[in-house]
T-cell receptor
Framework: DQQVKQNSPSLSVQEGRISILNCDYTNSMFDYFLWYKKYPAEGPTFLISISSIKDKNEDGRFTVFLNKSAKHLSLHIVPSQPGDSAVYFC????????????FGQGTELSVKP | DGGITQSPKYLFRKEGQNVTLSCEQNLNHDAMYWYRQDPGQGLRLIYYSQIVNDFQKGDIAEGYSVSREKKESFPLTVTSAQKNPTAFYLCASAKGDGRLYGGYTFGSGTRLTVV
């Protein structure tokens, strides 16, 4: 049972435009959500996070939106740059469970010059 | 510089062999985790440990074993019982029990291939 889902395996965007990556979850007990960026043959790096008590968190070009009623979060990248091309994973953490993260399948973003 | 180191970067295993993947961190993090990445399946949790000498099974622990004798080290053994071990393995660490914001720090991964 996939508790965190990223239904789009890939996304292609023109440089300078907005990239929107989506993530859905099923467990209402998740209290913290994160986005990671991953290049091939490397470990993921932390990008941005949001607590379940908020609906938006912004950091430079990156903004994460959380819609708790829909159990949906999204990552907006504006403006998109070729260096943003990578696989993006969303992750969720339960209020119990030792802090372990549940990851989505990932979305591969390609930003075209 | 503080960080988390996985070795080796590439590992080849023959059928029926056990192999051990190393993970060392000098971040003074309490919690450590092992994930496996397969195409189209994201990152799946194998084992995790919140304190020394204690660890718990994740979602796909069968065919794997771990130890946590030191805070800095969390080696993963892929046993011959693991039927499909070819994958990219990622180790991560986190402060406390992970409830402090900031998420995990990941290593650079080990690519294991069965030959």
């Amino acid at each position: 049972d996939q508790q965190v889902k990223q239904n789009s395996p890939s996304l292609s965007v023109q440089e300078g435009r907005i990239s929107i990556l989506n993530c859905d979850y099923t467990n209402s007990m998740f209290d913290y959500f994160l986005w990671y960026k991953k290049y091939p043959a490397e470990g993921p790096t932390f990008l941005i996070s949001i607590s379940s008590i908020k609906d938006k968190n912004e950091d430079g070009r990156f903004t994460v939106f959380l819609n708790k009623s829909a159990k949906h979060l999204s990552l907006h990248i504006v403006p998109s740059q070729p260096g943003d091309s990578a696989v993006y994973f969303c992750a969720a953490r339960g209020a119990v469970g030792g802090g372990k993260l549940i990851f989505g399948q990932g979305t591969e973003l390609s930003v075209k010059p | 510089d503080g960080g988390i180191t996985q070795s080796p970067k590439y590992l080849f295993r023959k059928e029926g062999q056990n192999v051990t993947l190393s993970c060392e961190q000098n971040l003074n993090h309490d919690a450590m985790y092992w994930y496996r990445q397969d195409p189209g399946q994201g990152l799946r949790l194998i084992y995790y440990s919140q304190i020394v000498n204690d660890f718990q099974k994740g979602d796909i622990a069968e065919g794997y074993s771990v130890s946590r004798e030191k805070k800095e080290s969390f080696p993963l053994t892929v046993t011959s019982a693991q039927k499909n071990p070819t994958a990219f393995y990622l180790c991560a660490s986190a402060k406390g029990d992970g409830r402090l914001y900031g998420g995990y720090t990941f290593g650079s991964g080990t690519r294991l291939t069965v030959v």
